[in-house]
C-alpha cells in the first residue's frame, strides 16, 4: 500500500466519521459497510462523490456511480484506483 493510499484511506476515513449518524466512539473500519450499519444516509453517498473527486482528482464515470462502489472504504479505494486507470 502506497503512502498516497494510506493518506486517502485516512482523509476518507475522517470524512465519513464527521458526517456519521452514530456515536462518536464507534472506530470504522476500512471493511465496514457505512450504509448498511447505519453510519450514513444514502443521500451522503453524493457528497461522498464529490468528495472523494475532489480528494483523488478524478472524475468518476457514470457507470461506476453505484452505492457498493461507496459502502466501504475499501470500495472506494478500488473506485479511485479504477477511475485513474480508466483515466490513464
Do not use: C, W
Not at 470524512?15 to 450504509?35: A, T
Amino acid at each position: 500500500m502506497s503512502h498516497d493510499e494510506n493518506t486517502m484511506r485516512s482523509k476518507i476515513r475522517q470524512f465519513i466519521e464527521s458526517n456519521m449518524n452514530v456515536d462518536d466512539d464507534v472506530e470504522l473500519q476500512d471493511d465496514d459497510n457505512i450504509f448498511s450499519k447505519g453510519y450514513v444516509s444514502s443521500i451522503f453517498a453524493m457528497r461522498l462523490l464529490t468528495f472523494l473527486e475532489n480528494l483523488a482528482g478524478i472524475s468518476v464515470a457514470d457507470d461506476d456511480i453505484v452505492l457498493p462502489n461507496f459502502s466501504t472504504v475499501d470500495a472506494m479505494i478500488g473506485l479511485i484506483n479504477k477511475s485513474r486507470a480508466g483515466a490513464a
